[in-house]
């Protein structure tokens, strides 16, 4: 099995969402995962997020992909008191919903698994983890659905809770907003997420993979996964 993985996008430039369509198509990959956050990004319009929900739209009906939720996705999947996050307008909510439709929220996950890698968009703490390793793929099934059922009724669920490196009380954050320092490894698990930017991806050959490096325009990496190797590259060249 052969797998892209695609860091937060931000709304980047079409050139960017045409670089990344290019990747897959030479690339001969049987899945791809793209680690949430499609939407928000400083100084962004609704017609900024009609770009990216127009090319998401499409992205959504390749069975081979797997669109993971971010922080700033879920807060347009249900937007609540509790999913609102930073960057969010009733304006871009509305352009995004005209373009996904009503019931986006179903053709997206908040985690997957590739061979033994489990990839989130903000990483998994150990601060959080209620069950044995073993039991950990059917309590994140369960807690996914938990969370689905809460954002529903306007109500919260750990998945948004914020950390305190980024203003929040508990010791690290959520599935959606864990930040990369804060996060406690699990015991015996290998993860992949995105969340926390910066220049160049952290943690390559370890354990623990931080892949966002959009700081500016779009990604600047993305990983590869074949037969339970990581390689990351350079998206631009």
């Known amino acids: 099995m052969k797998t892209l993985i695609f860091p937060d996008l931000h709304e980047p430039p079409q050139s960017v969402l045409d670089q990344i369509e290019t990747i897959i ?9 793209f680690l949430g956050d499609y939407f928000d990004r400083f100084n962004d319009t609704p017609q900024d997020a009609t770009r990216t929900a127009t090319w998401l739209e499409k992205s959504l009906t390749d069975p081979r992909r797997t ?4 922080n700033h996705d879920a807060s347009y ?12 307008t009733w304006e871009k909510e509305a352009a995004i919903r005209e373009n996904l439709g009503a019931n986006a929220k179903d053709k997206f996950v908040f985690h997957a698994w590739i061979d033994d890698w489990l990839l989130t968009h903000a990483g998994l703490s150990n ?13 994140l099934e369960a807690e996914g659905e938990a969370a689905r059922r809460a954002f529903d009724q306007g109500k919260y669920h750990w998945f948004v809770e914020i950390g305190r490196r980024r203003g929040g009380t508990h010791p690290a ?3 959606l907003w864990c930040d ?7 015991s015996n698990i290998r993860q992949i997420y995105g969340h926390t930017p910066a220049p160049v991806p952290r943690g390559v050959g370890s354990n623990h993979l931080c892949l966002d ?4 325009r779009g990604p600047r990496y993305f990983a590869l996964i074949e037969d339970g190797i990581v390689t990351v590259r350079k998206l631009n060249g």
Request: charged fraction near 20%; hydrophobic fraction near 40%; glycine fraction near 12%.
């Open 127 to 139: 601060d959080w983890v209620k069950v044995p390793t073993d039991l950990l793929p059917k309590w």
């Open 77 to 88: 999947l249900w937007p609540v008191e509790s999913t609102f996050c930073s960057g969010f």
């Open 25 to 33: 198509a030479h690339e001969g990959v049987d899945r791809i995962v």
């Open 67 to 70: 669109h993971l939720i971010g």
């Open 180 to 186: 990369h320092e804060e996060l406690a490894p699990v």
């Open 213 to 216: 490096t959009n700081v500016g």
């Open 173 to 175: 954050g959520g599935l």
